[in-house]
């Protein structure tokens, strides 16, 4: 029991203290003027920005531990075919992100030295659309089909370990709308993925807030 409950407080407190600083890095390393000002702008310094994405590198694994492990703690009965695909889906997610995010720390610091601007803006995130900006809705597309397929049962459950399927199904729809705006370049749908990360603040406090109540009787466990 000792060990559940570090677990969730520890993966819960990790989660929601870099869910929570990654906007304000975002902002401050967020480069200004149009896209050819802001690829020089990084090119010179580069700081900033790779601390910032070097931070959104933390939140995907960050995200799926600490579910994985309240998943885990409740023990609902999930359908097998669900469970195994839900947890598949967390781990192309974390696949696709990765090079999402890691594209911004090694490979565009490098694209910006010796590429053509065509290549650079193929390969720069913040330019809609582009390479890692498909490979990060695609992987957060994946993760909220996830989402859904395991926490769906949790819906049966009271208080605490029933409100946060409720929080994150909501992110999750938010999401797959937010992805398919990003794929049919409709700003509007696609502006829904900052929701959709915002309501993920509140599930890291929930689960922090459980696992400080965790007794020896747990829900849904026999």
């Known amino acids: 029991m000792k060990k ?22 975002a902002v401050i390393s967020m480069p200004s003027g149009d896209l050819k000002d802001q ?7 580069p700081a900033l ?16 531990y600490m579910l994985l492990s309240f998943f885990k703690t409740i023990k609902v009965k999930v359908l097998k075919p669900f469970n195994v695909f839900g947890i598949w889906c967390y ?18 610091p490098v694209m910006l030295k010796s590429c053509p601007q065509e290549t650079q803006l193929k390969w720069y995130f913040l330019n809609e659309p582009s ?4 490979l990060n809705q695609t992987g957060y597309l994946i993760w909220s089909l996830g989402t859904i397929l395991l926490f769906f049962p949790f819906f049966k459950l009271k208080g ?8 994150l199904f909501a992110s999750a729809l938010l999401q797959i709308m937010a992805s398919f705006g990003y794929f049919f370049q409709n700003p509007y749908l696609s502006n829904l993925t900052s929701f959709s990360g915002i309501l993920l603040l509140p599930v890291g406090i929930l689960i922090l807030i459980f696992s400080l109540r965790l007794k020896v009787e747990i829900p849904g466990k026999n």
Do not use: C, E, H
């Open 49 to 64: 920005y790779i601390i910032n994405f070097s931070l959104a590198l933390l939140i995907g694994p960050a995200l799926v």
């Open 131 to 134: 390479i890692p900006g498909y």
């Open 4 to 25: 559940t409950k570090k677990r969730l407080f520890f993966s819960a407190l990790f989660f929601s203290i870099i869910l929570a600083m990654w906007p304000v890095f």
């Open 39 to 45: 690829l020089d702008s990084i090119y010179k310094a």
């Open 160 to 167: 605490i370990p029933g409100f946060i399927p409720i929080i």
């Open 91 to 108: 781990i192309v997610y974390l696949i696709f992100i990765t090079f999402s995010y890691a594209s911004q720390t090694i490979v565009l």
